[in-house]
């Protein structure tokens, strides 16, 4: 029991750098305007995921449970569909002027990176940091701690 659990927890410390954040959208709106929508998009995205990752531990503590390969990719899609949700969020906000290309790039990034998370769960995972590793850049750019990590 205590080794599911530690593998658990060595997964939550993982994916606890997930946050959610992107853009693309007809309306354009001040860069200022737009880091402040994107900042609590991916705050309120950084909550649900730190939520569903509680729940999830939760879960396998109180059941008892061995955390199997097959569990892990399912958990790893689930919370890849709560990270889409919030990059669907963002896309919604609107684009920074002179920005458009820079905010849509941050979405299409994030969009690959979930997809091949989903497709190969386990793989993705071993290539997290790397997957995600240019949206974050992008993100820092935009002046988005929450989702710059």
Same mark, same amino acid.
């Given at each position: +029991?205590?080794? *599911?659990?530690?593998?658990?927890?060595?997964?939550?410390?993982?994916? !606890?750098?997930? $946050? *959610?954040?992107? #853009? #693309?959208?007809?309306?354009?709106?001040?860069? #200022?305007?737009?880091? =402040?929508?994107?900042?609590?998009?991916?705050?309120?995205?950084?909550?649900?995921?730190?939520?569903?990752?509680?729940?999830? $531990?939760?879960?396998? =503590?109180?059941?008892?449970?061995? !955390?199997?390969?097959?569990?892990?990719?399912?958990?790893?899609?689930?919370? +890849? /569909?709560?990270?889409?949700?919030?990059?669907?969020?963002?896309?919604?906000?609107?684009?920074?002027?002179?920005?458009?290309?820079?905010?849509?790039?941050?979405?299409?990034?994030?969009?690959? %990176?979930? %997809?091949?998370?989903?497709?190969?769960?386990?793989? *993705?995972?071993?290539?997290?940091?790397?997957?995600?590793?240019? #949206?974050?850049?992008?993100?820092?750019?935009?002046?988005?701690?929450?989702? /710059?990590?």
């Amino acid at each position: +029991m205590h080794k *599911g659990i530690s593998a658990i927890v060595v997964v939550v410390i993982g994916l !606890l750098g997930i $946050t *959610g954040c992107g #853009s #693309s959208s007809s309306s354009t709106l001040s860069k #200022s305007e737009y880091e =402040q929508k994107l900042e609590l998009v991916c705050n309120k995205g950084l909550r649900e995921r730190e939520e569903f990752i509680q729940g999830v $531990t939760q879960e396998y =503590q109180e059941q008892g449970k061995k !955390l199997t390969a097959k569990g892990q990719a399912e958990n790893l899609r689930n919370l +890849m /569909a709560v990270y889409q949700g919030t990059t669907e969020e963002i896309a919604e906000i609107g684009v920074p002027e002179n920005e458009e290309k820079k905010a849509e790039e941050l979405v299409k990034e994030r969009e690959q %990176a979930v %997809a091949k998370i989903k497709a190969d769960p386990l793989t *993705g995972l071993s290539e997290f940091s790397e997957l995600f590793a240019k #949206s974050y850049k992008i993100a820092e750019g935009f002046d988005t701690k929450s989702c /710059a990590r």
